[in-house]
């Protein structure tokens, strides 16, 4: 595979030398060895690289909402025990060729086995941090603001769960690359803080009153016209009911732990779209997108267009504590693990 499309493929020769290798030296891995117990981190010893496959080093791996559920089986998808949780790494090469990469899986290690067409190229520029923050929270970002919700300039975006790392990369994408207006939405004054630093016109603690009426006080009973809520339950609703006329709400995830029953008057009323992303799918169902928006997400960051924002950052050996952090909603912007 050559380098065919620029800041997409890789040099032929990297990807032949790692491929090459039939397993090495036994490296660590965080381990999931049973479902809502602690992970371990064990010496593990290196899989067989398949066709279409490369064995990289991980410096860093995101650590998503998802990989917590799915150790605690509470995800779509159920691998057999023992695994190793981590969908979003930022890798880096031996001859010094940098590649962000998703693999779903198998990412919390201090090497990963991956399909090469899940990688992609950082541009100079881009630190190894910033890229690691891209390919779960920037792709999803920009599919459900672009791809899913059309949103268009001046329209104003509301945003749920805003300061954390989802909700960061929405206002992002929303202000900096759409402009569009965002009000975001979070649990505590701090991260309504940092939601404003980061380019929120406006920013409602959902935890002193009514979402709705706060929206209504700052935008009148007209409404937002693009909803992105990642808490569901009860802040889905809310949000759901602070649309506008021709108002599109996308459904990103469930942190609050409850799933909302969608009310279809209130769609019809006002003529409201309600639809989802599951940025991960398009990897199956429409690659072109996905490999798409990565790499705008990476040339955007190479510009200066995007600042990702990476909150805290955790050993191999500390990954409990930053599954904790996360389900303690303490984090704020990317968390990420460092395996080196
Ligand atoms: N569909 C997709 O393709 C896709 C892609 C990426 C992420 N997601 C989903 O989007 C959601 C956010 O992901 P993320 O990576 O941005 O997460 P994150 O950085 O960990 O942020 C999660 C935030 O959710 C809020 N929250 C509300 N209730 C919570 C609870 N009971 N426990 C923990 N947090 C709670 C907290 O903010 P406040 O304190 O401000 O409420 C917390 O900071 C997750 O459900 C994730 O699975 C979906």
């Not at 805003?162 to 759409?178: E, F, Q, R, S, W």
């Not at 019809?268 to 309600?274: D, V």
């Amino acid at each position: 595979m050559a380098a065919v499309l620029r800041g997409r493929f890789l040099p032929r020769v990297w990807l032949c030398r790692k491929a090459g290798q039939g397993g090495g030296r036994d490296y660590r891995a965080a381990l999931c060895t049973e479902l809502k117990q602690p992970l371990t981190v064990e010496e593990v010893a290196p899989s067989p690289v398949g066709p279409r496959e490369v064995r990289v080093d991980v410096h860093f791996c995101g650590v998503n909402f998802a990989d917590i559920l799915v150790c605690r089986g509470q995800y779509q998808e159920r691998p057999h025990l023992p695994f190793t949780p981590g969908e979003s790494l930022m890798l880096f090469s031996l001859q010094g060729d940098q590649v962000v990469g998703v693999s779903f899986f198998n990412g919390m290690a201090e090497e990963c086995i991956i399909d090469q067409k899940m990688l992609w190229q950082i541009p100079e520029k881009v630190s190894l941090r910033e890229a690691a923050a891209l390919p779960i929270s920037y792709t999803t970002a920009i599919l459900a603001l672009e791809h899913r919700a059309r949103t268009q300039p001046g329209e104003t975006v509301l945003v749920t769960a805003a300061a954390g790392a989802t909700g960061l990369a929405v206002i992002d994408v929303a202000t900096n690359i759409l402009q569009a207006k965002v009000i975001a939405v979070a649990g505590s004054d701090e991260k309504c803080k940092l939601a404003m630093q980061r380019g929120a016109q406006f920013c409602v603690n959902y935890n002193q009153g009514s979402l709705k009426e706060a929206v209504r006080k700052l935008v009148g009973s007209g409404g937002v016209n693009v909803a992105i809520d990642m808490v569901g339950g009860d802040v889905f609703l809310e949000a759901l009911r602070s649309l506008a006329w021709e108002g599109r709400i996308v459904v990103v995830g469930f942190t609050g732990g409850n799933i909302a029953s969608v009310p279809a008057n209130l769609l019809l009323l006002k003529n409201i779209s309600a639809m989802g992303i599951a940025s991960g799918q398009y990897r199956d169902k429409n690659f072109p997108v996905l490999s798409k928006t990565l790499s705008s997400a990476l040339q955007y960051c190479q510009q200066g267009c995007i600042q990702p924002h990476v909150g805290t950052l955790f050993k191999l050996e500390e990954v409990n504590d930053a599954f904790l952090h996360v389900m303690q909603r303490k984090s704020m912007g990317k968390v990420l693990l460092s395996p080196k």
